[in-house]
């Protein structure tokens, strides 16, 4: 590549921070504690205000009366209640504190939304996309003839391509806001799993045979530049794939073994706090909760002068 090819190369990364490839170098995709406080059986409920509302906002509702305190959970178990059948069940909580817990998410694709609706129909066209994200390449492919495997833009678009069509549920070749979340952080959605999967092989995956051996492994993580034994932390790494990434101790890593591996199967926080809240507020045992029953053991959800939703009761709730 040129010198002008790769001024013009740096200018678009720099320019268009928002609008590069999807490539991705973390590979470990770990599901975040709801609290750092202790989930004890004790009157504070520091742990289930921060888990149902998050901490920012379980701080905000530290602030209230009471009264404030009961008649904003009131909206927000409305919200909770996605069939409006009024029952809150414990797949909706869970639902909805983990949509609390990846607000951050919800947040990055607000801000980057109006870039990528272009026509401002409230939807992202893969036409879209790949206009804003591949403009400069698709008008001018060749000053990126000799790019890196990692920056190639032609490696790099359908690979997004495919992702994107993934995302789409509904086949429309256009994102709707949920869909194009999925789209930037595919390893937040269990039906976007495989993609993570498989493009983490073909980042390693380098003699394209289907796995990953130890040696792509390591490369993953660790450059060999100079002479010498490798640092004590790769000969650690080794045992690590000899020992628990490859399971069937065959040398190599399929698909199923790298699943396992940068998508770990957890505890789920989210499920088992679902479930304390239905068990502790089911009046009537039906393992469903009614807006009455949750406001009977309203400093279980959120705290007066405590819980964790305020703040964002003032907002625009769109991206929520």
């Given at each position: 590549m040129g010198v002008y090819g790769l001024t013009c190369l740096l200018l678009l990364c720099v320019v268009e921070v928002f609008s590069k490839p999807t490539y991705k170098n973390e590979r470990v995709h770990l599901d975040p504690k709801l609290s750092r406080?202790?989930?004890e059986d004790n009157q504070s409920y520091r742990y289930d205000h921060e888990a149902f509302l998050g901490k920012e906002e379980a701080t905000t509702f530290d602030q209230l009366t009471p009264e404030e305190s009961k008649e904003r959970l009131g909206k927000i178990v409305d919200r909770i209640d996605g069939d409006k059948d009024g029952y809150v069940t414990t797949d909706e909580l869970k639902s909805w504190i983990n949509r609390v817990q990846k607000r951050y998410i919800y947040e990055n694709v607000a801000k980057v939304w109006t870039d990528y609706d272009l026509n401002k129909?409230?939807?992202?066209?893969?036409?879209?996309?790949?206009k804003a994200t591949y403009g400069y390449y698709l008008a001018n492919p060749e000053e990126f003839q000799d790019a890196t495997d990692q920056f190639s833009f032609k490696k790099m678009l359908p690979r997004d391509e495919r992702r994107f069509k993934t995302a789409d549920l509904d086949g429309d070749t256009a994102a709707s806001r949920e869909e194009?979340?999925?789209?930037?952080?595919?390893?937040?959605?269990?039906?976007?799993?495989?993609?993570?999967?498989?493009?983490?092989?073909e980042d390693i995956d380098k003699n394209g045979d289907g796995h990953v051996d130890e040696d792509e492994y390591i490369a993953d993580m660790f450059a060999h530049e100079v002479e010498g034994p490798e640092p004590d932390w790769v000969?650690?790494?080794?045992?690590?794939?000899?020992?628990?990434?490859?399971?069937?101790?065959?040398?190599?890593?399929?698909?199923?073994?790298?699943?396992?591996?940068?998508?770990?199967?957890d505890y789920d926080h989210a499920?088992?706090?679902?479930?304390?809240?239905?068990?502790?507020?089911d009046l009537n045992k039906d393992?469903?909760?009614?807006?009455?029953?949750?406001?009977e053991n309203w400093n279980m959800f959120v705290g007066s002068q405590a819980t964790n939703y305020g703040e964002?009761?003032?907002?625009?709730?769109d991206e929520l």
């Open positions: 406080d202790p989930h129909d409230n939807k992202i066209s893969w036409d879209e996309y790949k194009f979340t999925a789209f930037l952080h595919p390893e937040e959605f269990d039906h976007m799993k495989d993609i993570v999967v498989l493009e983490t092989l000969k650690t790494e080794r045992e690590q794939f000899a020992d628990f990434r490859d399971t069937n101790k065959d040398g190599k890593m399929d698909k199923e073994e790298i699943r396992h591996w940068i998508l770990p199967q499920q088992a706090e679902a479930r304390h809240l239905v068990y502790e507020s393992q469903l909760l009614t807006k009455e029953e949750v406001l964002d009761l003032t907002k625009n709730h």
